[in-house]
T-cell receptor, first 117, second 112 residues
Framework: GAGVSQSPRYKVAKRGQDVALRCDPI?????LFWYQQALGQGPEFLTY????????KSGLPSDRFFAERPEGSVSTLKIQRTQQEDSAVYLC???????????????FGEGSWLTVV | GENVEQHPSTLSVQEGDSAVIKCTYS??????FPWYKQELGKRPQLIID?????GEKKDQRIAVTLNKTAKHFSLHITETQPEDSAVYFC???????????FGQGTTLQVKP
């Protein structure tokens, strides 16, 4: 497709359940980012991949959060033993270049809306 | 740590008026400053960006200014239209980390 694709778009999970969120970046994009956006807030950085290498995971809130991008394309964000505070929109983004610091455009997906009940 | 402050949090203007949103950043290594527009339930969409080697950039009704010394950057929208109503986010990117730090967002309402 032409843009960043995420699935599922909506997910309701019972507290304690594990969830997996998928991101298909724009074809050929080297950099991939995951952000968490709580209601009424700006996106908060979670983690960053350059190809298959996870270069920065400083934003992951706890060891219940895990992200991977094994073949340098599709990425999965996994949340184990979900809690109510995990309820948010999880945004995936990709960029053609190696780092956004060089000024290359970052494109966002529509997000996966997670509600933990 | 890295921080981006954005003001105001809400802004209401009459159609045809101008709107200005201001941001400050803390990391002097930041060199890329995009602005995103996000409509309810939609993805953030890039509307304009500026690199640190320029002080101003304009694209039709939208302009962005950057003051590196003061670590300020601003979004200016002229001749506002009702379809400009949305939440606007500024962001700053650090050279070394490759990640965007976002402001808290400004909800812009353009009244017809």
């Amino acid at each position: 497709g032409a843009g960043v694709s995420q699935s599922p778009r909506y997910k309701v999970a019972k507290r304690g359940q594990d969830v997996a969120l998928r991101c298909d970046p724009i074809s050929g994009h080297v950099s991939l980012f995951w952000y968490q956006q709580a209601l009424g807030q700006g996106p908060e950085f979670l983690t960053y991949f350059q190809n298959e290498a996870q270069l920065d995971k400083s934003g992951l809130p706890s060891d219940r959060f895990f992200a991977e991008r094994p073949e340098g394309s599709v990425s999965t964000l996994k949340i184990q033993r979900t809690q109510q505070e995990d309820s948010a929109v999880y945004l995936c983004a990709s960029s053609l270049a190696l780092t956004s610091g060089s000024g290359n455009t970052i494109y966002f997906g529509e997000g996966s809306w997670l509600t933990v009940v | 740590g890295e921080n981006v402050e954005q003001h105001p949090s809400t802004l209401s203007v009459q159609e045809g008026d101008s709107a200005v949103i201001k941001c400050t950043y803390s990391d002097s290594a930041s060199n890329y400053f995009p602005w995103y527009k996000q409509e309810l339930g939609k993805r953030p969409q890039l509307i304009i960006d500026i690199r640190s080697n320029v002080g101003e950039k304009k694209d039709q009704r939208i302009a962005v200014t950057l003051n590196k010394t003061a670590k300020h950057f601003s979004l200016h929208i002229t001749e506002t239209q009702p379809e400009d109503s949305a939440v606007y986010f500024c962001a700053a990117s650090n050279l070394n980390t490759g990640k965007l730090i976002f402001g808290q967002g400004t909800t812009l309402q353009v009244k017809p």
